[in-house]
C-alpha cells in the first residue's frame, strides 16, 4: 500500500517557480525562447532530464548607451518639441543599456542554447528563476 502511495505522490507535478521567464517544475521546464525586451518569445515545454545546464548573464552595451544618452542630451537643449520627446526615449533607452538585462541561457542535451532577456528591473525574477531550475536539476 505505501509504494502505491509513493507512486501516486510522485507522479504529481509541483511548481516550484513561475515568473515572467517561465515555469520549473518537478518534471519540465517551460521557457520561453528568444524573449527579449519588446518580443514575448515562444514557449517551449522541455523535460528537465533533457537540461544540461543554465546560466544568468548581465549583458551591458556601454558604448551604445552612452551615445544614446549624448544624443538625448543634446536633443533635449533643441526647444522643438519632438526633438525633446526623442531626446527623452533615447536617455531612458541609453539608461537601460548601461544598467544591463538579465539573460537566461538554458542549455539543452542536444547543444541548444535557448535565451530570454528580460527588462533591467526583473533580475531578481531572474536569478529566482535560475536558482529555482538549478535546485531541481541538482536535487539529491
Partial sequence: MTDITQTATSNIEQTFIE??????TTKRLVFYRAKG????????????QHVTSVRLDISRSIFVGILLLLIGVSCLGSGNLVA?????????????????SPTVVVNTAGQDLNVAKGWPWVRGEANAF???????LFRS
Fill in 19 to 24: 515568473n515572467a521567464f517561465g515555469t520549473v
Fill in 37 to 48: 525586451w519588446l518580443s514575448g518569445g515562444s514557449r517551449q515545454d522541455i523535460p528537465l
Fill in 84 to 100: 525633446v520627446i526623442f531626446g527623452l526615449i533615447a536617455i531612458f533607452f541609453g539608461t537601460l543599456l548601461i544598467w544591463g
Fill in 130 to 136: 535560475v536558482e529555482g531550475l538549478r535546485g531541481q
